[in-house]
């Protein structure tokens, strides 16, 4: 009976040190120094890509208000910030198909360039003097698989989105995802292409996949063999060590009570 309290103790111990997942390989930016700054990209801006959807609205004041309503199929102004409903599709060659103007090229722009361009094409053709032209993207998701409820799609209104931003909203990483096999995929130039971040870095915030852009896809990985042997194997290590040391505090506590 007199056993029973350090065999307690000593079994709490080996629990405890036995978890074979520590603070450091789950934690976020776990090497980062206090009072650290990192510049981030704060005029980034997404580029029209194709597939993409757009809202362009275009908006007349006055006795110019009835001018506009040619060029919003759509909907007129109130319609701004809607992120539902139809839109322009970009098509494959990265047109769209705006009205008066016919095709318009606009792959590559930002919406602030398209909305730009075509207010000084409505001035410049004469179709109204003092236009207002706004742009937004109907389609700014991230997706993400591998979560624990499969998968989720995280709709972004402010079209600025970080990798870490997706992953809060995504509701985090369980301690089980390996963190150095995080993919974010993303089409460039027609084909499919694959990064990893890893969010315990603090290098995470110079990698040019940070900022995320809208169709981005993060991809977390399930635990492999190999990662579940590893983790048995370090176990088993330190069960042993710990297992040792608590033979011998019973073997003192025997000693030092006089009995053998």
Do not use: W
Request: aromatic share 10%.
């Amino acid at each position: 009976m007199r056993l029973s309290k350090p065999l307690i103790v000593c079994a709490f111990f080996v629990a405890l040190l036995s978890s074979c997942v520590t603070p450091k390989e789950v934690n976020y930016l776990s090497d980062l120094d206090p009072n650290q700054n990192f510049p981030l990209n704060s005029k980034f801006e997404a580029v029209i890509s194709p597939y993409d959807q757009l809202r362009i609205t275009v908006i007349g004041m006055g006795a110019e208000k009835e001018l506009a309503e040619p060029f919003n199929p759509f909907g007129t102004a109130q319609n701004i910030g809607n992120q539902n409903g139809s839109g322009y599709l970009v098509d494959v060659n990265g047109v769209i198909q705006f009205p008066i103007f016919g095709q318009l090229y606009v792959q590559g722009m930002t919406r602030i360039q398209l909305q730009e361009y075509i207010r000084k094409r409505l001035v410049a053709e004469g179709h109204m003097h003092d236009p207002m032209v706004d742009v937004r993207f109907s389609n700014f998701r991230v997706f993400i698989l591998g979560t624990g409820d499969g998968g989720k799609v995280l709709n972004i209104e402010n079209e600025r989105c970080t990798f870490l931003e997706a992953l809060a909203m995504a509701g985090g990483l369980n301690q089980f995802t390996p963190r150095d096999r995080i993919a974010v995929m993303r089409e460039i130039n027609g084909e499919m292409v694959t990064h990893y971040l890893d969010p315990r870095s603090k290098e995470v915030f110079n990698d040019p996949f940070f900022m995320l852009q809208q169709n981005d896809v993060i991809i977390t990985q399930t635990l492999g063999r190999k990662y579940v042997m590893d983790v048995f194997n370090t176990t088993v290590n330190v069960v042993s060590i710990v297992a040792s040391l608590a033979s011998t505090v019973v073997m003192i506590y025997l000693l030092t009570t006089g009995k053998q």
